[in-house]
């Protein structure tokens, strides 16, 4: 366990050292979301009716930007032979690396969620539960994310790979997600889809890190 600690402080001081670490996610996470009066009009309903779904579809997409380079990094540089012969479990490894990237761009991602849901004409009374939405949404993304990850390090151009790995893991979360959002807009009971879009990710959270590890292991033979 100490040694899973030494590599979730070391991953959040390189994720942080260089800045603008969460700049490209964030990024195309607003101007995705900002093109929405571009394809469905200008009109509020239609933008009350888009934004959720538009939100979610938006965010998954940001949190497979940085997954090419979570553990390819490392694998390239020899840090992750050092980690398997030091007896740190890749499970830890895998857990460590991914909780740190999820606080230092999933985070991010949350707190600029609530301008997106006001821009898209969201009632600015469900604030709360976009950024706690988003939160877990993140979580479950980066965690599933993972698995894709570990499966393309080592391979070039393994970001294809990544997405047609983790966006099918996605999809659940998506709909909770977008549900619970869209019963926010309309005046519904929330509580359900976010209970449910909360179980993916703590699914994720529970067993990516297996999933994970055993690609790495691969990856480093």
């Known amino acids: 366990m100490s040694g899973s600690f030494s590599v979730f402080g070391r991953e959040l001081k390189l994720a942080w050292s260089g800045g603008g670490g969460a700049a490209l996610p964030v990024g195309f996470f607003a101007a995705s979301?900002?093109?929405?009066?571009?394809?469905?009009?200008?009109?509020?309903?239609?933008?009350?009716?888009?934004?959720?779904?538009?939100?979610?579809?938006a965010l998954a997409l940001s949190s497979l930007l940085p997954m090419e380079r979570l553990f390819q990094a490392d694998l390239e540089d020899g840090t992750l032979d050092a980690y398997a012969g030091s007896g740190i479990g890749m499970e830890g490894i895998a857990l460590a690396k991914t909780l740190a990237h999820w606080i230092a761009t999933g985070i991010p991602l949350a707190i600029v969620a609530p301008v997106l849901w006001i821009m898209l004409q969201g009632p600015v009374d469900a604030i709360g539960l976009v950024v706690l939405a988003a939160l877990i949404g993140t979580l479950a993304f980066f965690f599933f994310g993972s698995i894709g990850a570990a499966l393309a390090a080592g391979m070039r151009r393994g970001g294809l790979l990544i997405?047609?790995?983790?966006?099918?893991?996605?999809?659940?979360?998506m709909i909770f997600g977008a549900a619970a959002l869209d019963a926010a807009a309309n005046g519904a009971d929330w509580v359900g889809p976010l209970l449910l879009t909360?179980?993916?990710?703590?699914?994720?959270?529970?067993?990516?890190?297996?999933?994970?590890?055993?690609?790495?292991?691969?990856?480093?033979?």
């Open 33 to 57: 979301a900002s093109m929405t009066p571009f394809a469905v009009g200008s009109e509020t309903a239609a933008l009350q009716t888009a934004g959720p779904g538009v939100m979610w579809i």
């Open 163 to 173: 997405a047609l790995v983790t966006l099918p893991l996605y999809v659940p979360t």
């Open 198 to 221: 909360a179980s993916a990710a703590l699914f994720g959270v529970a067993t990516s890190p297996f999933g994970a590890a055993m690609a790495l292991r691969t990856a480093i033979d």
